[in-house]
């Protein structure tokens, strides 16, 4: 892979971009995968695509609570969860201020479709795309959300015609339900963490972020390459074909943005134009002050030392050139 050597982390030589390969399957797993895969399938698509259609009507237990059916469907019965510095086996002894919870804020590694079915699953979130540099952010659906970690949107810069809008103002709409961001703005592989976006910079003083790590086994549950119907496919054959599957989450504890009295004034909703016109009028996206720096770093570090990661300095444009080197050696 020397040609994407470029696309390592000078300091650590990671490179987050990467697929991770697959693990070597058993004989039994390389026999019955194809015929695990035709008997989950047709259950999948209906189960998924009449979820999806009725999500508008839903109550909220409901909707969690039948989010659950799909991890049964893809074989993932089990998650590994643990708060950072909380000893096995003393989960439910810790304080509700220990963890997510309604008026909070969640920001997570970005990996995987599923990272947003298990946090809808048990917060059921209100989910935001963040982008590289702005402090502003688009509102998720779930399905948007899901399909953001396979899709080259994620790149993207936001259009002219979105609204935008602030994390400190969907906390005003949502009192009732936690708000969902990937700072990163981009999937990795999980080995490393990329910058952060500041838009996490204008969740008020008052509220919690927690970082919250996701790990998959096996390890190639992961789409760090967004593209079209080809890499839609391989995951659901990977999601579908093997028989179990496990998630890894570990919270930190909440950090307090220091500077959100300040930097939690909202505007409202927004266009990407105004988001542009404003960024150049006030340098949104800028240079950041050190308070603010620090503030990224705290949530950074949680998330890297969470996820047994590096922080790497590599950013979404390099991705973009990353992807594009990818799709031709795919040619």
Not at 137 to 154: D, E, F, G, I
Request: proline share 8%; charged share 20%.
């Amino acid at each position: 892979m020397e040609k994407f050597s470029q696309f390592r982390d000078r300091g650590s030589g990671i490179s987050p971009f990467m697929p991770s390969p697959a693990p070597e399957s058993s004989l039994p797993s390389r026999l019955f995968g194809p015929l695990i895969f035709l008997l989950r399938l047709p259950f999948f698509l209906l189960y998924t695509t009449t979820y999806f259609l009725l999500l508008p009507l839903l109550p909220s237990p409901l909707r969690k609570l039948l989010l659950w059916g799909i991890f049964a469907l893809t074989g993932t019965w089990w998650s590994d969860l643990q708060l950072d510095g909380v000893k096995r086996g003393s989960l439910s002894q810790q304080p509700p201020s220990r963890i997510p919870r309604a008026g909070t804020v969640i920001a997570a590694n970005f990996t995987s479709p599923l990272d947003a079915v298990y946090l809808a699953a048990v917060w059921d979130c209100v989910f935001v795309q963040s982008f590289p540099g702005s402090r502003q952010v688009r509102k998720l659906s779930l399905w948007q959300a899901v399909t953001l970690a396979l899709s080259p949107r994620q790149l993207a810069d936001a259009r002219d015609d979105e609204k935008l809008t602030t994390i400190a103002q969907l906390l005003k709409e949502y009192p009732t339900r936690a708000i969902a961001v990937f700072p990163e703005c981009a999937t990795t592989n999980g080995k490393g963490i990329l910058p952060l976006s500041p838009s996490l910079l204008t969740v008020p003083s008052s509220t919690q972020i927690f970082p919250l790590s996701l790990r998959y086994t096996p390890v190639d549950d992961i789409t760090p390459v967004p593209g079209g119907v080809k890499v839609w496919w391989g995951f659901l054959w990977k999601l579908l074909a093997r028989p179990t599957h496990c998630i890894r989450i570990r919270i930190g504890e909440g950090v307090v943005n220091t500077v959100g009295a300040a930097n939690g004034v909202s505007h409202g909703e927004t266009s990407g134009a105004d988001l542009r016109r404003r960024g150049e009028e006030n340098g949104d996206g800028g240079e950041l002050t050190a308070e603010e720096q620090r503030v990224l770093d705290k949530v950074a570090e949680t998330l890297a030392r969470l996820g047994r990661a590096k922080r790497v300095g590599l950013t979404v444009d390099d991705k973009k050139n990353f992807v594009k080197a990818w799709e031709k050696r795919r040619r």
